[in-house]
Structures are given as C-alpha cells and as structure tokens.
C-alpha cells in the first residue's frame, strides 16, 4: 500500500506592529516557541526603532518604520504599541486586508469587535465584522481561565477583585522607577526603611503615581468621568469580563493595586454564585480547565515567564450566605499571557479558522 501524504499546513503572512517594546519582544518569543505557522514575518514600529535589526529563529528582520510600511499582504497584524496607535493603524491594516489581533483598550468595548480570552470564548472568532479583534486587560484575562468555568457550573453573579499588579504594567518606565528607588532606599539602610520611611530620600515619582519601592500604591489609571471614583483601570474587569463571559448583568467591584513586584499580577476574588459550590467542587471543576493550574500559595513570582493562571486559597466565603460563594487568589504573568500569549492564540485561532492553517 501506497504511503498516505499528508497536507502541507497552510501558513501566513504576520504583522508585529510594537515589536521592539517590552510586550513585542514577549511576542516574538511566543511566536517560536508555538511554533506559529508563519509564512512571511514583519516587524514593525514607530520612526524610532525603524533599522533595528532582529534576529528571528534563523532570519536576520530589518524593524519597519509603520508610517512608511507597505501593509499589503500581510494575513494576521498583531498591535501592542498602545490604544492611540491602534485606532490609528487597527483599521488601516484591516482595511488592507489584514486580521488585526490588537492588545490595547481601544477597541474592546466596540460592539462589532470580538474580546476574547482563547479559554473561554473562541467561538466569538467565527464572525470578525471590523477584522479587528481585541484583547482584554492583564487583570481580566489572569481571571477569566478561572472565572469561567465556575460559572459554566455555578452561575456567576457577583465579583469582588483586589489586585496587586505588576510595575511592568506601567511599561519600562516603571520597571524603571522600582528600580531606581529601591536602590536608593536599600542604599540609605534598613533603619530608616523600617523605623522612619519617611525620611528617607527617593527619587521623584517618574511614572507612578506615588514612591513604588517597598509600598502599594492603590491607584491605576485615570479616574473615569462617571461619578464612580473609579478608575478606568477598575472598571475594565467589570466591563470587560462582562462581555467575555456574556453576562451583562454581572455584578463586580475591582480595587487596583500598584506593588512593588517587577512582573506577575496577583488576584484576591470573593465570588458569589447562583448554585451551591464548596472548595472540593471548585476544585473538582477546576482541574482540568484550560489555562489553570493548582497551587497552594500563588505569587507573582512563581507565576513570573509561565502561561497558566494559577489559583491558591480556595476557601468558602464566610461573608456570603450558604454555600454560594468562594474566596481565592489567583496569580499571573502579566506580560506573557496577561498580553502576548493571549494575542498570538488568539491569531492562532484566526489562522486555523479563517486560513484553514
């Protein structure tokens, strides 16, 4: 009998617009890593980086200036370089044929772009009205992994989130800042630290809102023009986990909180269901659940360079009647699936949907 030839896998042409920044160099890794079917790769960034050069598995890519970029041809476009680039250049790519997969705030709230966490809503990818499909917020996706199965079972009703996020959330510039004020403080000694923090001479904030160093900082964002007093950083979890989940009546309350971790987020969640749920049911369901792993005490930095979400301190909630509610904490890598890792299964199911790749 004759030996049976399989299919060649079909492959595309992909687009990194934001390529150098700290989120695209996490992309370019994931892109290896998955083994991506890439047929033609792109890296693209503003005038500034334009001429960098990369080196990509065994190709030497020359970095685009995007203003100046022929986006004809390219298959999938996968943005990180910030919500004003993107509404700028989301809809040119589209517009020249491109599948945009874009990781800024820009349009995950419009309703004919898909918000899509790879583990719970892939299907919301059968339909792309605008070619552009986004993906949520660092907090939210460390969540929903978690969030979605118990509702499948449970019934989600009401949220309660404290996070404690990540200054690489803010972008080098708090990377940066930690940093630098660390150093100073460390180098003023531990006495001062401990028995008169104030006195102690930092830098001037640089790009967090208050001294980050050895502190928590519980405000993220800007503060939405609502009369909430949230921010819009706390509202996003809300907003978007709404969406994702498809309850539109969800019922959540988020505090965001700077620390002074260099990355991961870390998640404590009071949920509350429509059914009875205990620790060993939650358990039970959550086991075998994409994208989540078990641990007795998650932090940021076991969660720091690895995919899943993983979720600790499953306890009864004592402040919700009965059985109907679960406190847990859940920590997350903001960088890797909490933006690139998201983004590129993301194009992935695009690829194998629309590309038959």
Known sequence: MAESIQPQQHRVNVAVLGATGQVGMVMRRILDERNFPVNDLRFLASARSAGTVIKWRDRDIAVEDVAKANLSGIDIAILSAGGSTSKVWAPKFAEAGAYVVDNSSQWRMDDDVPLVVAEANPDDLDDIPRRIVANPNCTTMACIPVLKPLNDRFGLKRLIVSSYQAVSGAGRGGV????????????????????????????????????????AVPFIGSIVDDGSEETDEEQKLRNEGRKILHLPNLAASCTCVRVGVFTSHGMS????????????????????????????????????GKNPS????????????????????????????????????????????????
Request: glycine letters at 6%; zero cysteines; charged letters at 25%.
């Open 176 to 215: 940066e800042q930690l940093m630098n004020e660390a150093a100073a403080a460390v180098e003023q000694g531990a006495d001062k630290l401990v028995f008169d923090g104030n006195s102690i001479d930092l830098p001037e904030p640089t790009k967090i809102i208050r001294t980050i160093a050895f502190n």
């Open 269 to 304: 969640v009071n949920a509350e269901f429509e059914r009875d749920v205990t620790p060993d049911m939650a358990r039970e369901v959550l086991k075998n659940a994409p994208g989540v792993e078990f641990e007795d005490i998650p932090t940021p930095q076991s969660a720091a």
């Open 310 to 357: 993983f979720v600790g301190r499953i306890r009864q909630d004592q402040a919700v009647d009965g059985k109907k509610g679960l406190a847990f904490f859940i920590a997350n890598d903001n960088l890797r699936k909490g933006a690139a890792l998201n983004a590129v299964e993301l194009a992935e199911i695009v690829a194998r949907k629309h590309f038959g790749a």
